[in-house]
Nanobody
Framework: QVQLVEAGGGLVQAGGSLRLSCAASGRTFVRYAMAWFRQAVGKEREFVAGIRWSGGDTYYADSVKGRFSISRDNAKNTVYLQMNSLKPEDTAVYYC??????????????WGQGTQVTVSS
């Protein structure tokens, strides 16, 4: 099992940027796929972006394509989410997940505690 801790959330104005990080510990020797999910008030958790262990392939929800970028540094056991051109509808709690063996199907069974992102208009 891997333990995940997110950081970097906060309050930002529309059009601004934030960079989230997710630090992993525990079974970091496992070649986990990593992904970011988010859950807004009154809505179900949704997939935002995913990345293979190799970092070679990335996947994004249509709503964030062209604005968000996921990356990872396996030497630091950390995955990042660069969020640009933020919109009020991006407001949510953002969660980091570790999945195995597939980036798209997971399953994603390990989760961080979440970090709040609030975008004001």
């Amino acid at each position: 099992q891997v333990q995940l801790v997110e950081a970097g959330g906060g309050l930002v104005q529309a059009g601004g940027s934030l960079r989230l990080s997710c630090a992993a510990s525990g079974r970091t020797f496992v070649r986990y796929a990593m992904a970011w999910f988010r859950q807004a008030v009154g809505k179900e958790r949704e997939f935002v972006a995913g990345i293979r262990w190799s970092g070679g392939d990335t996947y994004y929800a249509d709503s964030v394509k062209g604005r968000f970028s996921i990356s990872r540094d396996n030497a630091k056991n950390t995955v990042y989410l660069q969020m640009n051109s933020l919109k009020p509808e991006d407001t949510a709690v953002y969660y980091c997940g570790a999945g195995y063996p597939n980036v798209l199907t997971g399953p994603y069974a390990a989760w961080g505690q979440g970090t709040q992102v609030t975008v004001s208009s």
